[in-house]
């Protein structure tokens, strides 16, 4: 009789028969893959670009065929794993006693064409890394290229000509280089070749790219990532004052992202902006001339299936994975530099070229592998805590569900505590369950215990939109805390059920938000009055062109536009613009409370009410708002002062303010800057020089932004919203998996075998190039061994573990044991299962309490007394780290205090 | 969404151009949760952004003037643009030849070019996606619209997405793709209809092979044909401003095509009582106003209905009264000595009435503030300065003149204790610090209580190792008390689901009491604390527990 467990892990997989006819018998998981994914479809392009040597493929790995005499076939990528089996090429490549032999061919006739797209017509002269996607139509396939300038060493010339040299010499190339098939070709042809297919270009000389060297001066590059920022943040509002409102660090999170993502402050440095393609192992002083004439571009083609519901569902899987496809490709291009080095030191041709292609295959098998699994990996069919937030109304099924397993599972390592274990790390390390327990200070809507959605984060996301999916990402991977950290989940253990009932219980401690997608209903899209059809009928039309009105007050038009937004008859009631009523007539009225809860509430609606509608009373004062004032056109500094109403008293004042002042001072800054500028570029007339500049002057582009500019409504927006499947939180909890994986927030597999192989490398590549987009202090990763009941944590910061072991023990945290034993007691005795469960939230919502009073012990000791700790707070020396990391989502500075 | 779009077009006189761009402003940012926390040195570095986003401009304004065409333009020069304003966000979506805000112009330029001449897309006609950190991220499509004047009967454009969230305009790709190939469908559709009647009323083939040609007369015709414009491709007048709200439409679209669902925790016992009792205070008062035209002012501690507005607002009555003032929990501990504390703070949490008499309102008031914080907002019921006694049913902290006599039912029941707050004789000649209570009061303690008071409850002697610590800061004690309330509140949930909704036996409740840690030393007064904080749980929370009984159908037992 199938257990309890493998219906719930089946049940996804055997209900989704419509569509997609699948066999269920090996895998019960779902997977995202409807069919087969060949491993063949994914495909290698190296190529460099320099200015002596024109353009030359490096690497093909259509073009590169095995030389084993025992396999006949020749080409690994030919036979795809079997869909239940794991796919093994990089170790099998590695544990082979001889490296196989791999002949290198003719390159594919389209290389060519890949190589333009690749580069493009025209070189650019940015020397930083440039990413591309290119959709080839047919046959289908995507192609990502990664750009890079390359650095050499100092000693060698270093380059890959010799490597080159090598491939021509070795004679597996043809020897006519005609325009088909051609790897290396000379310099004139292609240039040819490039102008014939670019006629279109304006001009062939390398783009100059306007320097913004002295921006980057003074900038390590990494002061504009949301976690740096959030680092150097002050704390929150001491508790003492007034309650945050529950969402306060993922909103921070969120907001800072928006930020950082900005197009209003206009492109700006990052952390890996000065991403390099490096020739030479050495740390080089590299020679800015060098750096110019060549780069080197990665590109992984891959063939998208034929069938169109495939082909879509691949891209969409792919586009919203992207970042992990990415951190892929960097491991891979780290392996390809490596490749190069290597083999240079190498002096006989043939063999050089057989350990540079030996070890670019082994990358590609294993950048293929990656990607497979990624896609075809069982998946957990109902992660609990999303199938909780989304479905409310089988919530108590799954309540029951969930605390019978656990307590199934607590009663199977209860000697070793590996529950508790495993949940003190999970909690420590996972860490987005503590905005889920953090007190909403706002009415519930519905029931009191519902968790409420976070209405300030939603109002953000409005008016500044961030990724949801990238938010999503960081939640996944508790990437919380201050200073940020990563954490991955793996169960090891040969018996399946028991591994897939962690996983399962897991599921509901490892959160995140969940998504739905907001889309254009199907029949919408053809309708002829769709607001992305310029050329419909009915369009609107607008004020006529020709009646110009009359040059108008700068300030009143934006005015109108603004109070009418800002008007709460206009827009119909909102609770939020009630709350700002209440709140203004209360301040008038009544005197403020001091008592702690009270003015807690007043103070959220006046927060709710300022984040709406953007006004702040001290917006002289500095802050951000102040600064974007500065740094915008006008308008938005206007837009900005009429709204509060203090501000309406002295409208003229802040005209002359916006309009004389400011201006004034930019003004001047700007002619100095232009003046320079102008200099600096007479003598190296840019390429783009020509531009379209119908615009008078300096002077104009400012006023022209005290226009008024013709109102147009915004085309009605008629969507369908579903819940979103091409998110992190339904790809990135794996089931039972075949082999280990490094991308997954939470899988299980049979032997830790690979794990062994791979982890240390996987959290060090992590650190360097996390699939987050924003800079990672450490990555860890939590291993449950349900065979051996023990439960370790990796770190990528310490390498060497006494007795080879993989990481350190956990320490079971007393609070975290007692929280689980409390739940499941009342389970026990027979409580309704939902009550338990809101139990255990308001035992994790302790948890959180606790954290802020250790915060703000820490605040003011430089020595932690443990024993105080346990006596006046009741903290144990076991809680300490879990209850640090907490606080590190709330108050950044108790990371500073305990490194 | 955090991007914008741009229409461009590579005009074969004067090579990539933009045409129209559509941006989104958003609202001055909403207040950070700590303002401190903007980007370090961002002000800097905008000022030189804002220069480097004019150099292009500067380099070729004047002197390129006269190179315009009409195929190079799409508003003129003292068109205004177009405005639309998303009322419900503030997003305002802007519209104009050229982005309004100069450190965009450059990025924008940019992106024309590479799009249109650097890049290259297989086809010529198709999406690309490509970019870096310094010059932003594009999405861009390029595409051919038909003109019978141009050289092959066509013209290139490309409508261009720039963002410098990489990610998330990889991640819209399919989303853009949809909706971009829609509106280029759109426009040459319409292009191609006034092509074939162009076409039909002067083949241009025919004009052309005939026509002598003449390497001179040439380049002059070209130019006079370069000249067209968009609108006059699709003969569509209202072009701008449809494109205009196609892209604006576009930018909203797509970044409101993900929403999260973020939960935040459910709200504390606490907020939930505020919240209610805001509620029905506000309900109260609309009554009043209702009944006696809405002049009067609500008579204070009449009934029980204006206690929470009591409770409210009284500690703003506090702030005008002068005098001498509890400050903190340990203040008073240290003012009455730790027996009297203790006993008081015991029968504090025990639910018992507290009566304090004394002559000075605000120093009593005082008193009240610091020890409601030992329970949860739901069990205080205050009564700070009254004229006559009140019933303990009607409030557990009763403040009282030193006139007003306590009725003996009341001096004789356990359940109350009396703090008599007496002035110290001494000549009022110097004035004495306002901190030095008790150099002017006295405090006599009285209760008809036998119970010990100091065994239990659990809370309050761990209340005490805190307040006895002085190495501990008024705000970590006031942080351990709330955790120690939340921690006991919990079990009062447990309590009052298991008792008072599923109506237990006394031997599983034993059994709920012991797994709560709720036995022990001082399990009596562990108990007597719970059942008297069940009384606080807010309304919301006891209904929700009621109704959501397996069936319904399970009524209160006790």
């Known amino acids: 009789m199938p257990t309890l467990l493998q219906k719930l892990f089946s049940k996804r997989a055997v209900g989704n028969d419509n569509g997609n006819a699948r066999d269920c018998s090996t895998a019960a998981e779902q997977c995202w893959a409807s069919s087969e994914f060949d491993l063949a479809q994914i495909r290698l392009i190296v190529c460099q670009e320099c200015e002596r040597r024109g353009r030359q493929v490096l690497f093909d790995s259509k073009a590169i065929h095995k030389l084993d005499a025992s396999e006949p076939t020749a080409d690994e990528t030919k036979t795809p794993p079997n869909r239940s089996g794991a796919c093994h090429i990089g170790s099998q490549a590695s544990e082979k006693e001889k490296p196989p032999t791999y002949q290198y061919t003719r390159p594919a006739s389209d290389v060519n064409m890949l190589g333009e797209m690749m580069f493009g017509s025209v070189s650019m002269s940015y020397k930083g890394s440039t990413l591309k996607i290119h959709h080839i139509r047919s046959p289908p396939q995507l192609m990502v290229s990664k750009v890079f300038s390359t650095r050499f060493g100092s000693s060698t010339s270093g380059s890959t000509n010799m490597l080159q040299d090598s491939f021509e010499s070795s004679q597996t190339f043809p020897s006519h280089t005609s325009s088909i098939g051609v790897c290396r070709v000379p310099s004139a042809p292609l240039l040819c070749l490039a102008r014939s297919a670019s006629f279109f270009a304006a001009h062939s000389n390398p783009v100059d790219m306007p320097s913004r060297g002295h921006s980057e001066d003074g900038d390590s590059g990494i002061a504009r990532s949301a976690s740096l920022s959030s680092l150097l943040a002050t704390p929150l509002p001491s508790p003492g004052s007034s309650f945050s409102s529950g969402c306060a660090s993922s909103y921070q999170r969120r907001w800072l992202r928006s930020q950082a993502t900005s197009l209003q402050h206009g492109p700006m440095p990052r952390w890996n902006t000065e991403e390099m393609f490096s020739l030479s192992d050495e740390s080089c002083s590299s020679n800015p001339a060098m750096i110019r004439r060549k780069k080197i571009a990665i590109s992984i083609i891959i063939s998208l299936p034929e069938r169109e519901e495939e082909n879509h569902n691949f891209q969409e899987f792919f586009f919203s994975h992207f970042p992990l496809f990415e951190s892929h490709m960097n491991k891979l291009k780290t392996a390809i530099e490596r490749a190069m080095i290597v083999c240079r030191r190498i002096a006989e041709s043939s063999q050089r070229v057989q350990v540079y292609l030996c070890r670019v295959m082994e990358a590609l098998g294993e950048f293929r592998m990656t990607v497979w699994n990624l896609y075809m990996a069982p998946l957990i069919s109902e992660p609990v805590w999303l199938s909780m937030i989304s479905q409310s109304t089988e919530r108590n099924l799954l309540c029951q569900r969930f605390l019978k397993e656990m307590s199934l599972l607590m009663d199977h390592g209860a000697k070793s505590q590996f529950l508790s274990a495993l949940l003190t790390a999970v909690l420590t390390h996972h860490l987005a369950w503590v905005p889920t327990v953090m007190p909403s200070s706002l009415p519930p809507i519905k029931t009191a215990c519902q968790k409420p959605a976070s209405q300030t984060v939603d109002l953000l996301a409005k008016s500044h939109p961030y990724n949801p999916l990238w938010a999503q990402l960081g939640d996944l991977y508790g990437a919380l805390g201050s200073p940020v950290r990563v954490c991955r989940t793996v169960v090891v253990g040969c018996r399946r059920e028991l591994v897939q009932r962690v996983l399962y219980i897991l599921s509901y401690f490892i959160r995140c938000s969940d998504l739905q997608e907001h889309v254009q209903p199907q029949g919408q899209m053809e309708n002829p009055d769709n607001p992305t059809n310029p050329c419909s009928s009915q369009t609107t039309d607008p004020t006529p062109e020709k009646t110009f009105p009359p040059k108008p007050d700068p300030l009143k038009p934006t005015a109108c536009v603004i109070e009418k937004a800002l008007n709460p008859e206009s827009v119909p009631g909102t609770s939020v613009e009630q709350n700002n009523d209440t709140l203004l007539t209360d301040t008038k009225s009544t005197n403020p409370s001091s008592s702690l809860e009270s003015s807690t509430v007043r103070l959220e609606c006046a927060e709710m009410g300022q984040e709406c509608f953007g006004e702040d009373s001290d917006s002289v004062g500095g802050g951000l708002e102040h600064i974007l004032a500065n740094q915008s056109p006008l308008l938005h500094r206007v837009q900005f002062h009429i709204g509060s109403p203090r501000e309406t008293e002295n409208e003229g004042q802040a005209g002359d303010l916006s309009g004389a002042g400011c201006g004034r001072g930019l003004d001047r800054k700007l002619h100095q800057r232009l003046l320079t500028d102008i200099r600096r570029n007479e003598s190296t007339d840019s390429a783009l020089g020509d531009s379209d500049d119908e615009e008078t002057s300096l002077q104009e582009l400012y006023m022209a932004t005290e226009q008024k500019e013709y109102e147009l409504p915004l085309p009605s927006y008629h969507v369908e919203s579903r819940a979103s499947v091409n998110h992190f939180g339904r790809s990135l909890l794996g089931g039972y998996c075949p082999q280990y994986m490094p991308d997954f927030a939470l899988h299980g597999i049979s032997s830790d075998l690979r794990l062994k192989q791979c982890l240390m490398s996987d959290l060090e590549h992590t650190v360097l190039h996390p699939a987050l987009d924003e800079p990672v202090a450490e990555a860890l990763c939590i291993v449950a061994d349900t065979d051996r009941l023990s439960v370790q944590v990796v770190t990528s910061q310490r390498r060497v573990c006494e007795g080879g072991r993989l990481g350190r023990d956990v320490m079971v945290s007393n609070l975290v044991h007692t929280l689980i034993t409390s739940a499941l007691q009342l389970y026990a005795l027979n409580i309704a299962s939902d009550f338990c469960v809101m139990h255990l939230e308001d035992r994790l919502q302790e948890l959180y309490f606790k954290s802020r009073s250790l915060a703000e012990y820490l605040r003011g000791q430089t020595r932690v007394h443990v024993k105080e700790l346990g006596l006046a707070l009741g903290i144990e020396s076991s809680d300490i780290p879990l209850l640090a990391a907490v606080a590190s989502t709330h108050s950044p500075f108790v990371a500073q205090i305990l490194l | ?558």
């Open chain 2, 1 to 558: 969404m955090n991007a914008l779009v741009a229409l461009c077009h590579f005009c074969e006189l004067h090579g990539p151009r933009t045409l129209f761009c559509t941006e989104a402003v958003h609202p001055p940012s909403p207040s950070p949760p700590q303002p401190g926390s903007a980007i370090p040195g961002d002000r800097d570095r905008e000022a030189d952004r804002e220069g480097e986003g004019l150099t292009m401009r500067a380099n070729s304004s004047a002197t390129q003037r006269a190179d315009m065409c009409e195929g190079c333009r799409s508003l003129p020069a003292s068109h205004p643009g177009f405005v639309s304003v998303d009322s419900e966000t503030g997003i305002r979506y802007l519209s104009h030849q050229h982005p309004r805000q100069p450190q965009l112009f450059s990025v924008v330029r940019q992106a024309c070019v590479r799009s249109l001449s650097c890049e290259v897309c297989p086809g010529r006609e198709g999406p690309i996606f490509f970019g870096d950190e310094q010059h932003g991220f594009v999405f861009s499509h390029t595409f051919f619209i038909k003109d019978s004047l141009a050289r092959g009967f066509q013209r290139w454009y490309s409508i261009v997405v720039v963002a410098m969230d990489r990610i998330y305009l990889i991640n819209s790709w399919p989303f853009l793709l949809r909706h971009l190939r829609q509106t280029i469908q759109s426009l040459q559709d319409t292009a191609l209809k006034v092509f074939d009647n162009e076409q039909c009323v002067c083949p241009q083939r025919a004009v052309r092979m005939n026509s002598a040609f003449s390497p001179a007369v040439f380049p002059h015709q070209r130019s006079g044909n370069a000249a067209r414009s968009l609108t006059s491709l699709t003969q569509h007048s209202n072009l701008w401003a449809s494109l205009h709200s196609s892209f604006s439409w576009l930018l909203k679209a797509c970044g409101s095509r993900l929403t999260e669902k973020l939960l935040e925790g459910a709200p504390t016992e606490d907020t939930l009582v505020l919240i209610e009792r805001q509620t029905e205070q506000e309900e109260e008062m609309s009554g009043w106003d209702c009944a006696e035209g809405g002049g009067s002012n609500p008579q204070p501690s009449q009934s029980e209905s204006v206690q929470p507005k009591d409770f409210q607002f009284d500690d703003g009555r506090q702030e005008d009264l002068l005098g001498p003032k509890f400050k903190s929990l340990r203040h008073l501990r240290q003012v009455l000595g730790a027996n009297d504390f203790r006993q008081l703070a015991w029968h504090v949490l025990m639910g018992n009435q507290v009566i304090w008499r004394g002559a000075d309102p605000g120093l009593i008031q005082s008193a009240f503030n610091v020890l409601k914080a030992l329970l949860p907002v739901g069990c205080v019921r205050a009564v700070s300065y009254s004229p006559h006694y009140e019933e303990a049913y009607r409030c557990n902290f009763l403040g009282l003149s030193p006139d007003v006599p306590i009725p003996a039912h009341v001096s004789s029941s356990e359940f109350s204790m009396l703090v008599d707050v007496l002035n110290v004789e001494r000549g009022c000649v110097n004035p004495v610090s306002d901190d030095d209570i008790l150099s002017l009061y006295q405090f006599n303690i009285s209760s008809a209580n036998t119970q010990p008071t100091d065994k239990g409850p659990t809370l309050l002697n761990k209340i005490e190792v805190a307040l006895s610590n002085e190495n501990l800061s008024v705000e970590v004690v006031s942080l351990c008390l709330l955790c120690l309330k939340e921690e006991w509140m919990n079990k009062v949930k447990v309590l009052f689901k298991f008792s008072k909704v599923d109506g237990r036996g006394k031997e599983d409740t034993q059994k709920v009491l012991a797994l709560l840690g709720a036995t022990g030393p001082g399990e009596e007064d562990n108990v007597r604390l719970l059942k008297f904080w069940m009384t606080g749980l807010s309304k919301l929370y006891k209904s929700h527990l009621m109704t959501a009984v397996r069936g319904g159908e399970r009524t209160l037992t006790q």
